[in-house]
């Protein structure tokens, strides 16, 4: 059997202590378009693994002995050693050291040049000096792109890379099934909850639609995010990214219509971190996109039509969640705005008057606005003079030195929210902190979630400039703020961190940082955002 001939690109020699380490390096091989044998892939129960191994040696143009402490001890590992210098003096195997850990070298392998593994940092250097070593080719002379010639070539290679990712997996797709309802979503579906297994984190952009949601809930209850995006009908790309370098790119045929799907019939798969960082880029752009849904705010757009038209008993078993938590879903539930900012940056200001101007339509039943200010300042004044909890400031006002005040002070507007709240109600719920992503959590766990989340920017000068005008007008306003307190627990935040991240979707900062009065004009803004938001969740 001549070279060209030999199935495999490679066969890996290791000990069995170092088997995890030898499936990540095969995966990620198999992402460079190499084939790997394996013993565990290989060896078939019932095979003798004598003339497995010989038969694998024989069918590959190279081994990659992992040399480690434990494999210089390995018995078998010294078999296929052996065997493999005699195939090497015989010129039908290139053999190529691998070092893993700390040993020393043996006899015919000293004088060979190995592939250094010994740091984890350095490991995809390792693969790219490993891949020179197959194939005869540097990476930098390694083509970018290899077109997959089928459609399980393709779901193989996204497959292989995600198991092989060591960061973040990316998925941008027009499908999701759930694990029983099609081969090719058992396959993809196991990779990636495995990858959780391995806490890599992995995030899914889908088109929306019923038939997405068993899968999509399947894959979160593993861990996995997942949004529903309307744009993603008529994409005609689909794409996967790993490790911010492995990207595999499905297209197909246009399709006329979101009712017209057709399977992706090309399939390419790139290394190049340029393109995984465009690709990148244009996922995080869409993910916070204010029309991307959560599958709880999907849920609640599409269950009253879908239930009108099936069984709430066929619903609960497709979702695979109970009636109880489906009849949830379908009552209307109330509009939670959070109106966030420093003191000064026009919150009661914008939220009386959104309220007002939504009030003159028929878009909700009633508006309420709330805040923790009127509970922060009736316990400051009831507290006993020493109270460590607060400390008098200038004009009237007070420090908060016990910061758990402030999440005792959230609890109870989320106390104020659940028992006010009833179907189709606006609730406008104010309040500034240091930490927007701790008070969201503390909120969550009790009860309110926010639909729409809308940060008024201001800088700290201007809300300084502004507090010191509700010091002078003392006797009709009473937001006044200590302007120590202004400093020291408002002068920075976390809503940049929040804006980025993604915990937190339907969060947006609009600027209100005009002369010293707030703009309601910004009003306009917010509404039209709010009603937007409200048509998503079919209202």
Avoid at 41 to 68: K, W
Avoid at 199 to 223: C, K, M, S, W
Avoid at 318 to 333: A, F, G, H, N, T
Avoid at 426 to 451: D, K, M, P, T
Wanted: proline residues 4%.
């Amino acid at each position: 059997m001549t070279s060209k001939e030999k199935p495999y690109d490679v066969f890996l020699s290791h000990n069995s202590a170092d088997k995890p380490w030898a499936c990540r390096l095969k995966a990620t091989l198999q992402t460079h378009g190499l084939k790997v044998w394996l013993d565990k892939d290989e060896i078939r129960p019932g095979d003798l693994f004598v003339t497995a191994l010989e038969q694998g040696l024989c069918e590959s143009r190279a081994v990659a002995l992992v040399v480690s402490p434990d494999a210089i001890q390995s018995g078998w590992v010294n078999e296929e050693y052996s065997r493999a210098i005699a195939l090497a003096v015989q010129g039908e195997l290139h053999l190529i050291p691998l070092l893993l850990r700390d040993a020393e070298l043996p006899g015919f392998l000293a004088s060979r040049n190995w592939v250094d593994f010994r740091n984890d940092d350095l490991f995809d250097d390792g693969v790219d000096s490993l891949v020179w070593g197959i194939t005869g080719k540097k990476a930098n002379e390694t083509p970018g792109s290899t077109e997959l010639r089928d459609r399980e070539s393709y779901i193989d290679g996204c497959a292989r890379m995600i198991h092989a990712a060591r960061a973040e997996i990316i998925l941008s797709t027009n499908k999701l099934h759930k694990s029983t309802e099609r081969p090719e979503a058992r396959v993809i579906n196991k990779a990636l909850v495995d990858a959780r297994k391995r806490d890599i984190p992995a995030r899914i952009l889908v088109a929306d639609g019923y038939d997405r949601l068993p899968g999509a809930i399947e894959l979160e209850n593993r861990g996995i995010e997942v949004r529903f995006q309307t744009s993603q009908h008529l994409s005609d790309a689909s794409y996967l990214c790993v490790d911010s370098e492995h990207v595999i790119i499905a297209t197909r045929g246009v399709s006329p219509s979101s009712q017209d799907y057709r399977h992706s019939d090309s399939w390419v798969q790139f290394r190049s971190a340029r393109l995984a960082s465009m690709l990148r880029e244009d996922f995080e752009t869409r993910w916070r996109s204010c029309s991307t849904r959560t599958s709880s705010q999907h849920l609640r757009e599409l269950l009253p039509s879908v239930v009108t038209d099936s069984t709430l008993d066929e619903v609960s078993n497709d979702l695979e969640i109970s009636r109880e938590l489906i009849q949830r879903y379908l009552k209307q539930m109330p509009m939670i705005v959070f109106l966030l900012g420093r003191p000064g940056s026009g919150k009661t200001t914008i939220g009386d008057a959104m309220i007002r101007q939504l009030s003159a339509t028929s878009t909700f039943r009633r508006g309420i606005r709330l805040s923790d200010l009127p509970f922060i300042r009736n316990t400051v004044l009831r507290a006993t003079p020493g109270d460590p909890r607060f400390e008098p400031a200038e004009n009237g006002g007070f420090l908060i030195r016990d910061t758990a005040f402030y999440e005792e002070a959230l609890r109870d507007l989320a106390r104020q929210t659940v028992m006010q709240a009833r179907a189709n109600d606006l609730l406008v719920l104010e309040f500034a902190r240091q930490s927007y992503g701790e008070a969201f959590r503390v909120l969550a766990e009790n009860g309110v979630i926010h639909g729409l989340a809308v940060y008024l920017d201001v800088s700290l000068q201007t809300a300084l400039k502004r507090n010191r005008m509700r010091a002078a007008r003392r006797g009709t306003d009473d937001h006044y703020v200590a302007e120590r307190e202004m400093i020291e627990t408002f002068g920075q935040d976390d809503i940049s961190q929040i804006l980025k991240g993604n915990q937190w979707e339907n969060v947006i900062r609009i600027e209100n940082d005009v002369d010293l009065v707030p703009e309601v004009t910004k009003v306009s803004e917010i509404i039209e955002i709010i009603k937007q938001t409200l048509r998503w969740h079919g209202r």
